[in-house]
Every structure is written in C-alpha cells, then in structure tokens.
C-alpha cells in the first residue's frame, strides 16, 4: 500500500514536503520515486532514490529545487520540494521504481496509491 500526503497550495516559490508511507516488509530492498501528473497527461518521472538513500536521480525539470529522501526505518520516502512553480502544479505519486533508462527513472507497478495534490499559484 502507497499513501502519499503532504500536498497542499501554495505560492510560487513557496515549499512543501511529501512524504509517502509503504506498506510491506521489502521496503529497504526497494529503489523509490516520485512522479506526477499533469491534468489530462501521463504520469511522469520527477525523481528516485536507491535502496539504500545513497543514489538520488532527479528530472531536469525539478533539479536543484526538489530533494528526495527515505527513512528504512519508518518505511517513508518524502520529497522537499522548494521555489516551487507554477508548471509544478500536479497530484504526486510515489511507487517502486522499475527501472532507469539514462536520466528518467520508471515504474512498471499496476498499483497506484491515490496522490496527493500540489497546487502552485502564481
């Protein structure tokens, strides 16, 4: 089970933190990430993190912005998300991610949690 959360309105340039808890006792085995997705388009990659918290991959659009991380412990994955814009308004998703082809990472899992949703005015 996915529970995203920590979505919220905000201005731009503003922050927010998202925090995903996973169900399951393979958490630490598992790459995570976070996607999103625009109204009306396909899910896509914002950023991952590995197993073990110590490789992080994030999409250019989000770069130097956004920051990905995981607690082993309490089974979460969250995303910090600073300077916030406008183009970042989305629901979030994270999921396992599935595999990685040069810069953007994907996940292949039929099950998806129900978001969160990141609104960012202007």
């Known amino acids: 089970q996915l529970v995203e959360s920590g979505g919220g309105s905000v201005q731009a340039g503003g922050s927010l933190r998202l925090s995903c808890a996973v169900s399951?006792?393979?958490?630490?085995?598992?790459?995570m990430g976070w996607f999103r997705q625009f109204f009306g388009e396909e899910r896509e990659f914002v950023a991952a993190i590995g197993d073990s918290g110590e490789s992080t991959y994030y999409a250019d659009s989000v770069k130097g912005r956004f920051t990905i991380s995981r607690d082993n412990a309490k089974n979460t994955v969250n995303l910090q998300m600073n300077s916030l814009k406008p183009e970042d308004t989305a629901v979030y998703y994270c999921n396992v991610v599935s595999y990685c082809s040069g810069s953007v990472c994907y996940s292949r899992r039929d099950y998806w949690g129900q978001g969160t949703q990141v609104t960012v005015s202007s």
């Open positions: 399951g006792r393979t958490f630490s085995r598992l790459d």
